[in-house]
């Protein structure tokens, strides 16, 4: 069975500076790795997704994350936030098409 | 591409009531759907999984008797909460594939009076 940890239930950073959102993962087999971004009241975006290849992979918004097997690890960054990054997100892990597990979610707070 | 829509985007009714919610891809055949509940600040809940054609798979603890899936075309799958009580309030929301990933619609938010 597969699970998902996100460290850190809320980070706050000031806008402009960067933003680190960690995510650990267990599992037994090999799986794909994804960071979905859901803004209040709305359903969740796909921000990035691992499927193989790459260990970085970039995506949408300027947010990218790296794929790290042997610390079992996909943390998200961004280098400079905006106060628009404001939202929850979530680390999840699937085995293919089949159901996904989320993590608990990370609240990002951008100060001004 | 992949785009899911949900409709309606809120409902409030009645207490004994059934409630309708659609989800649809909009650009893309679907071969599974799922659907999830949200309490607030809490992560997604994964409520059962529909394949076109077959009978919806739920997960532990989920009524299938109350939440009533139906997966009729690779474009459109239905959820309905039959008998809605109060504590039945939430945001559902839905999800579609037809390979990794799955993209999510834009959830739907229902309130039982």
């Known amino acids: 069975a597969q699970s998902v940890t996100q460290l850190d239930s809320q980070v706050p950073v000031f806008e402009e500076a960067p933003v680190e959102l960690r995510c650990n993962y267990s599992s037994s087999v090999s799986v794909y790795l994804f960071w979905y971004v859901q803004y209040p009241n709305q359903g969740l975006q796909l921000l990035l997704k691992y499927l193989s290849g790459s260990t970085l992979v970039k995506g949408i918004n300027g947010f990218e994350a790296e794929f790290n097997k042997s610390q079992t690890s996909f943390h998200l960054r961004k280098p400079s936030v905006h106060i628009s990054d404001t939202a929850e997100y979530f680390c999840?892990?699937?085995?293919?098409?089949?159901?996904?597990?989320f993590g608990k979610g990370t609240r990002l707070h951008i100060l001004p | 591409g992949a785009v899911v829509s949900q409709h309606p985007s809120w409902v409030i009714c009645k207490s004994g009531t059934s409630v309708k919610i659609e989800c649809r891809s909009l650009?893309?055949?679907?071969?599974?759907m799922f659907w999830y509940r949200q309490f607030p600040k809490q992560s997604l809940m994964l409520m059962a999984t529909s394949n076109e054609g077959s009978k919806a798979t739920y997960e532990q603890g989920v009524e299938k008797d109350k939440f009533l899936i139906n997966h009729a075309s690779l474009t459109l799958s239905t959820l309905t909460v039959t008998s809605a009580h109060p504590e039945d309030s939430s945001f559902y929301i839905c999800?579609?594939?037809?390979?990794?990933?799955?993209?999510f619609g834009p959830g739907t938010r229902l309130t039982v009076l």
């Open positions: 999800s579609a594939t037809d390979r990794v990933p799955q993209y």
């Open positions: 650009d893309f055949q679907a071969t599974t």
């Open positions: 999840a892990v699937s085995k293919g098409d089949d159901k996904i597990i």
